[in-house]
């Protein structure tokens, strides 16, 4: 089995197109070679606690082109059949206590469905991911314990685990998400086509067994 690290942040659009694409070349090849690992690593690392409102947020990085920024993310979900509710998303939260739960969840090997439940609340159900309350719920979603989620967000277990991951990441040379780190050496950048992947795992497993080729 080879590691793929995925450094993402469930709030990065483009890591939900990237995760999207990736799991759906996985589940073309149930024999793939990955073992899974989702990095802390934060789109927007200097939002403040409470995050911020997310027109104003989309004003502040593209400026007059705010009211087309979504299109690019729109087109890329369509074609995925990935049901965007945009309108509902009314804030861009904080990430670190999402990403300190996606730290837990990979103790308890739950971090995909975790990963899954955070983009799905954001993306498609507009939940506000810097509230302890959503993480429980999407926690206990994927097989974790909400109370002990709750009682852990509300100390500082593990933030400076998680910082330092990110940190060290940074110092590697990862700088945006989503990025990939193949078997602890190849970085692979952005959001991949399904048949990019598809191609990676023939590379390293061999061509799909003849049960599963279409």
Request: charged letters at 20%; aromatic letters at 6%; proline letters at 7%.
């Amino acid at each position: 089995m080879i590691s793929l690290d995925i450094f993402a942040d469930p709030v990065c659009p483009w890591s939900l197109i990237a995760k999207t694409r990736l799991e759906r070349a996985l589940a073309a090849r149930p024999d793939h070679p990955f073992i899974l690992v989702w990095q802390p690593f934060q789109l927007n690392p200097t939002l403040p606690a409470a995050g911020m409102e997310r027109q104003a947020y989309l004003r502040a990085r593209f400026g007059a082109g705010a009211s087309r920024a979504d299109l690019p993310l729109i087109e890329a979900a369509q074609a995925l059949s990935i049901p965007l509710n945009l309108a509902a998303i009314r804030r861009v939260p904080n990430t670190t206590d999402a990403h300190r739960l996606l730290h837990w969840a990979g103790l308890e090997g739950c971090q995909s469905a975790v990963m899954t439940g955070l983009m799905r609340g954001y993306w498609c159900e507009g939940r506000d991911l810097g509230q302890a309350d959503t993480l429980a719920a999407i926690a206990a979603d994927a097989g974790m314990d909400p109370a002990l989620v709750r009682r852990l967000l509300a100390t500082d277990a593990d933030r400076d685990t998680v910082a330092a991951r990110e940190a060290h990441a940074r110092e590697r040379g990862i700088d945006a998400t989503p990025s990939f780190v193949l078997g602890n050496d190849y970085v692979i950048a952005g959001a991949q086509d399904e048949a990019f992947w598809s191609d990676v795992i023939a590379d390293l497993a061999g061509p799909a067994p003849a049960e599963t080729r279409h």
